[in-house]
């Protein structure tokens, strides 16, 4: 079992940065790939950014450029760093790890994660 708590979730006005955290304990090792997904009023949740333990990372083609995963495997932290935000990035923002032996590319797929934090929301204005 792993848990994860996410903190560092605010409002912000466009163009602004923003950075999420997420602690994660429980049976943590080093084959658990790890992600952020974000979750707008009334639309599906989706991947933004994704990192395997070995450092691969995957994002979302609406936030590359713009957003940063990154992973503290001493502390069991995932961070994501956000620039230049837009009120289309306004959501919950969710932190979400599975099981991912290998040297495989970490996936965005939803159906892949199978442990999820509470979420933590990100609101950008104009």
């Known amino acids: 079992q792993v848990q994860l708590v996410e903190s560092g979730g605010g409002s912000v006005q466009a163009g602004g940065s923003l950075r999420l955290s997420c602690a994660a304990s429980g049976s943590t090792d080093s084959r658990y790939c790890m992600a952020w997904f974000r979750q707008a009023p009334g639309k599906e949740r989706e991947g933004v950014a994704s990192?395997?333990?070995?450092?691969?990372?995957n994002y979302a083609g609406s936030v590359q450029g713009r957003f940063t995963i990154s992973q503290d495997n001493a502390k069991n932290t995932l961070s994501l760093q956000m620039n230049s935000l837009k009120t289309e990035d306004t959501a919950i923002y969710y932190c979400a790890a599975h099981f991912c032996p290998g040297w495989a590319r970490p996936a965005l797929v939803r159906t892949e994660y199978n442990y999820w934090g509470q979420g933590t929301q990100v609101t950008v204005s104009s």
């Open positions: 990192i395997a333990k070995y450092g691969a990372t």
